[in-house]
């Protein structure tokens, strides 16, 4: 064949393979036989190893599983990822739209729903550059992900270019990578055959196989993908609906079922109709996601902590089983505190087996009555964790045993001591000893897993620590291939992939590094409302040092939280363990990502009622354009914004001279 006709009969069969693939993949119609489709696929691999010159990366046929990698590499998502609030019943679903309706105040009379099936795989993001698949990554803490471009692109269902123009410049598309139920049974049986073990759930082996390092084992698990948002702002697109119509015409697979509805009974008969079909559904699937359709209207909604408030996620009732409590073993955390844990006869709930159950304190165990040797009745929504719901009285056979919390540490026999938690109306048992090792043990599983450090498994660290290689977190970042290689069941190899991913994880953020110390009372978003706020370690120290005046005047941090990041500060053997950590070279990333704009350097007090927006979105449009919001009046603060009925800030503001401005003059400067 002479090279200019080879040349066109490589274009020809490149799309006629692109489309079949696509007929297969995406809308599940395939429109030849395998076979035929293997045929074209042969003479185009056959016609380019006579014509190299024809090959392009970006062809579909090169979508062959690229190298094994040393380690992921981490990218920061343009636009946070973020989760939904849930709905367990129609109830709150009415109570979410209750809320929706009074934030929008006026501005619609009515409001179209958009209805899509909620799937239970890993949500990814996937960046396209003028039509071409450039990266993927996972959600991670939703602000930065990892890099598993390679592992996604072994998916099928993912376009390596889309059909559309995608138009110029970059796209961002983000949806669900999965297993469909029927794969997960396939899998199953192979390794029922091969004696190993089975995988408890397609959410699970899909999240499995995406950390794989190994492009190749991706591959074998036969992923899938269903696209569900698209990124950018494109004027044609103005409903959530017509996201999921481009995002179909781009080449994506997208849920048929997804359907607009006009108004919120009309979503209660989609979730209904749904529940129906849900069992025989390809995929597994936890619920639904309503959302407000109209995009201007998601947008004045906004985001609220992690979720969007235009979107809900219903989910559907828990599955329930019985079975007996064998015992009840006591757990010590990193902050000390006991947790009792029920372990059962295992059984089958919701797709996954489950074997133990923890009772979080005293009070859970009396509420429910629950003694050792009962029957029970266990519940598992989804991926949620499965707790005891109740307890089946009758069928007591007299042989029950009560259950006590322990007089000292099941680890270290330590003294323990009760707590009242005025809040909780309950107390807490706690191990009184601070070398108590399992108290230890808990904080390091609890360092690894914000340091991201991976390779670094319960088992592992146990280890370490028996062997004498590791006494404290600290010490994690001077260990050698030297110390770990001669260990039994280690060698060369893993000695090297663990000090590698150790040394990777170096460098960290200041938000992960404050909820890494494992203060009390500080989880990941407080460590991150403290590093926005302070920006570096030495501000939040010195201001600790002074009984955290500073602090004081963020929002949402209480008197709880403030005591405790002082006391934690003022600690000696904290204050050591910090400079430990940076002489064995743990570095502070570069100061939190604060959006600048017109307000940044100024600080805001907003007392009173306004008329034309909720405190809520005030607050959240000063933050937008760069500005802090403020709990309390000082002569720091630059404005105070007054609305309706203004409480006794005012009053402060005056005596202290700060500037006062009504509501008008607020819209007015947010433009
Ligand atoms: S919309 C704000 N649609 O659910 C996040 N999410 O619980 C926008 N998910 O992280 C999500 N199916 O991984 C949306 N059809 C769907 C979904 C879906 C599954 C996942 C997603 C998200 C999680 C939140």
Redesign the pocket.
């Known amino acids: 064949m002479e090279k200019s006709e080879a040349k066109k009969r490589i274009i020809k069969l490149r799309s006629e393979i692109a489309r079949l693939r696509s007929a297969y993949h995406v809308e599940n119609a395939p429109g030849v036989t395998d076979d035929v489709y293997e045929s074209l696929t042969r003479e185009l691999g056959d016609l380019l190893s006579k014509h190299p010159e024809f090959n392009d990366i970006n062809a579909p046929e090169n979508r062959v599983a690229g190298k094994p990698l040393d380690k992921f590499v981490k990218v920061e998502h343009k636009v946070r990822?973020?989760?939904?609030n849930d709905a367990f019943s129609y109830e709150e679903l009415y109570d979410w739209e209750k809320r929706v309706k009074k934030l929008l105040g006026g501005l619609t009379a009515k409001l179209d729903y958009f209805c899509?099936?909620?799937?239970?795989?890993?949500?990814v993001s996937l960046i396209y550059e003028n039509g071409i698949f450039v990266r993927g990554a996972t959600?991670g803490d939703g602000f930065i992900g990892e890099d598993i471009t390679e592992n996604l692109k072994t998916i099928e269902s993912i376009p390596l270019s889309l059909t559309r123009r995608g138009g110029r410049g970059e796209v961002e598309v983000?949806g669900?990578a999965l297993m469909s139920k029927k794969t997960l049974a396939k899998l199953n049986l192979q390794n029922e055959k091969e004696g190993r073990i089975l995988f408890a759930n397609t959410r699970n082996v899909a999240a499995g196989s995406l950390r794989q390092l190994d492009p190749q084992l991706a591959k074998e698990r036969h992923l899938d993908f269903?696209a569900?948002?698209l990124i950018e702002k494109i004027p044609t697109v103005q409903s959530h609906s017509e996201k999921h119509e481009m995002l179909r015409s781009l080449g994506f697979k997208v849920?048929k079922l997804?359907a607009v509805c006009g108004n919120l009974e009309e979503a209660i008969t989609f979730i209904k109709k749904f529940e129906k079909v849900r069992p025989d559904f390809p995929y597994g699937t936890d619920g639904i996601?309503v959302?407000v359709d109209n995009l201007k209207l998601q947008e004045v909604l906004g985001v609220v902590g992690k979720?969007?408030r235009y979107?809900a996620?219903f989910k559907y009732p828990a599955e329930r089983a019985t079975t007996i409590v064998k015992e009840i073993l006591v757990n010590v955390g990193r902050t000390g505190v006991l947790t009792p844990l029920a372990v059962f006869e295992p059984t089958m709930v919701a797709g996954s087996l489950v074997g133990k159950a923890t009772l979080h304190n005293m009070d859970q165990i009396e509420r429910l009555g629950l003694r050792i040797g009962d029957t029970v009745v266990i519940e598992k929504a989804g991926d949620v964790i499965p707790k005891v719901v109740e307890v089946l009285v009758r069928m007591r056979t007299g042989k029950e045993k009560k259950f006590k919390m322990p007089e000292s540490c099941p680890t270290c026999g330590g003294k323990i001591e009760k707590r009242e938690l005025p809040a909780q109306k309950s107390v807490a048992f706690y191990c009184s000893n601070p070398k108590c090792p399992a108290k230890n043990e808990r904080y390091l599983e609890h360092f690894v897993s914000v340091f991201e450090i991976y390779e670094l498994g319960p088992k592992i660290l146990r280890r370490f620590k028996d062997e004498g290689l590791i006494t404290d977190a600290a010490d994690i970042f001077t260990l050698k291939k030297e110390d770990i290689a001669p260990l039994e069941r280690f060698g060369e190899k893993s000695a090297e992939n663990i000090v590698a991913e150790i040394e990777n994880k170096k460098k960290i953020s200041l938000s992960k590094f404050l909820w890494a110390l494992g203060i009390l009372h500080v989880g990941e978003e407080t460590a991150r409302d403290l590093a926005i706020h302070f920006g570096i370690l030495e501000k939040l120290m010195s201001s600790a040092r002074q009984d955290l005046a500073e602090i004081d005047n963020i929002e949402n941090i209480g008197p709880a939280v403030l005591k405790s990041v002082s006391d934690f500060f003022k600690d000696k053997n904290n204050l050591n363990f910090i400079k430990k950590l940076e002489k064995n070279g743990v570095g502070i990333e570069k100061a939190e990502n604060r959006k600048k704009g017109k307000f940044t350097g100024l600080n805001f007090v907003l007392t009173g009622t306004l008329s034309q927006m909720s405190r809520e979105i005030a607050k959240e449009r000063i933050l937008t354009l760069g500005g802090k919001v403020v709990g309390s009046v000082s002569k720091n603060t630059s404005y105070v914004v007054a609305g309706a009925e203004p409480g006794s800030k005012l009053k402060t503001a005056e005596k202290l001279g700060v500037k006062i401005i009504n509501e008008k003059d607020f819209l007015n400067m947010l433009g």
């Open positions: 990822m973020l989760s939904l899509e099936v909620k799937f239970d795989g890993l949500a959600r983000r669900e269903v569900y948002d849920e997804d996601v959302s979720a969007p979107m996620a």
